[in-house]
């Protein structure tokens, strides 16, 4: 996968290069040889430009990205299409690119904007859900501590009475315990009589 990767762009790189070199080879005299020809005939070679006002066939000037006025105005030079004169055709491409430019950067803005906007969006709402379950938590915490406090009540005053009831229980033993001795002991007391 990474081969290819690699290869092709290469492979791309080679083919282009030898396409150039091999139109280079000898363009001035291939265009120069369709002067007097029509512009059909003239633009089948992409290096080569048209000028209405002359008709003639020239080479395109690689070295200066704009053709000189002194070769061929550029209201009258076509180059690629017959029916779109060379100003019209730069004009164009300049504004295409100037609204692919400016759509990217758009773009670009608006996914960084929106996937801010987005993690903002998700962090207001993993708040919001901690905010609730830290209510809801709050809630039943207070509802179990109601529940303990009845609970404790309930059984706080039974605990209470029950220790009051041992107290007297514990008492009413003693006297048992008490009486029953006491009642040995008269026993024996009338026995040793």
Not at 58 to 63: I, S
Not at 80 to 108: H, P, S
Not at 173 to 193: D, G, M, N, Q, S
């Amino acid at each position: 996968m990474m081969d290819l990767r690699i290869l092709l762009p290469a492979l791309l790189l080679v083919v282009g290069l030898a396409t150039v070199f091999g139109q280079s080879s000898a363009p001035a005299q291939v265009c120069e040889a369709k002067n007097g020809t029509s512009c059909e005939e003239c633009l089948k070679n992409v290096t080569c430009l048209w000028c209405i006002t002359t008709k003639s066939c020239v080479t395109y000037p690689v070295r200066t990205i704009l053709p000189p006025h002194s070769l061929c105005p550029l209201n009258d030079a076509r180059w690629g299409l017959c029916w779109m004169n060379f100003q019209t055709l730069i004009i164009t491409l300049a504004v295409v690119g100037g609204v692919l430019i400016i759509a990217f950067l758009v773009c670009l803005f608006c996914c960084c904007k929106c996937e801010n906007f987005g993690s903002q969006r998700f962090e207001a709402k993993m708040q919001r859900q901690a905010n609730k379950t830290k209510t809801k938590q709050e809630e039943r915490r207070a509802e179990m501590k109601q529940r303990h406090d009845e609970i404790r009540k309930k059984y706080g005053e039974f605990n209470s009475s029950l220790s009051h009831m041992c107290i007297y229980c514990a008492n009413i033993v003693h006297i048992l315990v008490f009486v029953f001795l006491w009642e040995k002991k008269a026993k024996c007391e009338t026995a040793e009589f």
